[in-house]
């Protein structure tokens, strides 16, 4: 069976620190990957996807960006974070069979 | 700007009561539809798939679709206080990267 794995669960960093985030996919193959932010009370934001190694799309212009060096591996990085950055970070992925994704657990970053 | 929207809540239903969600979109190329149920501080977990005008069962809920009024809804049968959370409506515009496009989510309780 397929499972999605995302770390670190919760992340504390400072003003202007880097970041990075990481996703694997056990169990498919050339899965489609997504990062998507939640703030506070708020929907599900939309900020990459990829339906290959190596193919980013990015649905809205921030100082994050994503990596897919592998087939089953997502990354999300940002070389200094704002306090805007802040929420809860989750990483999903679909089969390309139309039924819907499957999340990560995901990861909590507070910008302090 | 392709749109979900959903009355945030929060709703409040007795125990053993049909809790009925809803749903519009603005898009009308949208053919898949989804709910997601969100625990408070997890990640968003599928429940309902629908595609097709019409109703679609599993177990205690009831996903229905009307394409010509852009409208889905999802119905909670006998609710449980398990079943409190946060609803999320999602849209697929896309079949190559079966982008989702999420409303901002229903707040679900149950009164015991």
């Known amino acids: 069976s397929q499972t999605i794995h995302q770390w670190p669960a919760t992340l504390v960093q400072p003003v202007g620190s880097p970041l990075s985030l990481e996703c694997t996919v056990e169990?498919?193959?050339?899965?489609?990957l997504y990062w998507y932010r939640q703030a506070a009370g708020r929907g599900l934001q939309l900020l990459f996807y990829?339906?290959?190694?190596?193919?980013i799309s990015s649905e809205v212009p921030q100082n994050l960006s994503a990596s897919r060096p592998q087939d089953r591996q997502f990354i999300l990085s940002s070389k200094k974070l704002l306090l805007s950055d802040s929420g809860f970070y989750l990483c999903?992925?679909?089969?390309?069979?139309?039924?819907?994704?499957?999340f990560g657990s995901g990861t909590r970053l507070t910008v302090v | 700007q392709k749109e979900v929207e959903q009355n945030s809540g929060p709703l409040s239903v007795p125990e053993g009561a049909i809790a009925s969600l809803n749903c519009t979109y603005s898009?009308?190329?949208?053919?898949?539809f989804f709910w997601y149920r969100q625990y408070s501080g997890k990640s968003p977990e599928l429940i309902m798939s629908?595609?097709?005008?019409g109703d679609k069962e599993d177990g205690r809920f009831t996903a229905q679709l009307n394409k010509a009024s852009q409208y889905v809804s999802l119905l909670i049968r006998d609710s449980q206080p398990s079943d409190s959370a946060t609803y999320l409506c999602?849209?697929?515009?896309?079949?190559?990267?079966?982008?989702?496009?999420f409303g901002t989510g229903t707040r679900l309780t149950i009164i015991p």
């Open positions: 169990g498919t193959s050339n899965p489609n």
């Open positions: 999903a992925w679909s089969g390309g069979t139309g039924d819907g994704y499957t």
């Open positions: 999602a849209a697929q515009y896309n079949f190559g990267n079966e982008k989702l496009t």
């Open positions: 990829s339906v290959g190694i190596g193919q």
């Open positions: 898009d009308r190329v949208s053919q898949s």
């Open positions: 629908i595609y097709s005008n």
